[in-house]
């Protein structure tokens, strides 16, 4: 059973940066593909962010594409996700999640693991 721990959320003003990390535990992360979903106030939750489980493929919502990178450290068993140029938009919980497979989705549907998010607040 892989368990997610998301931390790194804060109060910051618009335009500045900010980067949440995922450290997993129960399982090796390498055979994970990995995501970060976000859940604003009164709204349903969205796909932000996915990577592969070499790191060598990414998608991103075209709301973030340009301005947030995810990433990831096997060995550490950490996802990432560098934020920059934060908009109030992004205001939201931040969900790590993560799926034992290969392709990339954006469907929150199809990841089995998710953390219990860390709250980031963008101020305008």
């Known amino acids: 059973q892989v368990q997610l721990v998301e931390s790194g959320g804060g109060l910051v003003q618009a335009g500045d940066s900010l980067r949440l990390s995922c450290a997993a535990s129960g399982g090796t992360l390498s055979s994970y593909a990995m995501a970060w979903f976000r859940q604003a106030p009164g709204k349903e939750r969205e796909f932000v962010s996915t990577?592969?489980?070499?790191?060598?493929?990414?998608l991103y919502a075209d709301s973030v594409k340009g301005r947030f990178t995810i990433s990831r450290d096997n060995a550490k068993n950490m996802v990432y996700l560098e934020m920059n140029s934060l908009e109030p938009e992004d205001t939201a919980v931040y969900y790590c999640?993560?799926?034992?497979?290969?392709?990339?989705?954006?469907?929150?549907?199809?990841?089995?693991?998710w953390g219990k998010g860390t709250q980031v607040t963008v101020s305008s």
């Open positions: 990577i592969s489980w070499s790191g060598s493929r990414t």
């Open positions: 999640a993560a799926r034992p497979a290969i392709v990339l989705v954006r469907d929150e549907r199809l990841y089995d693991y």
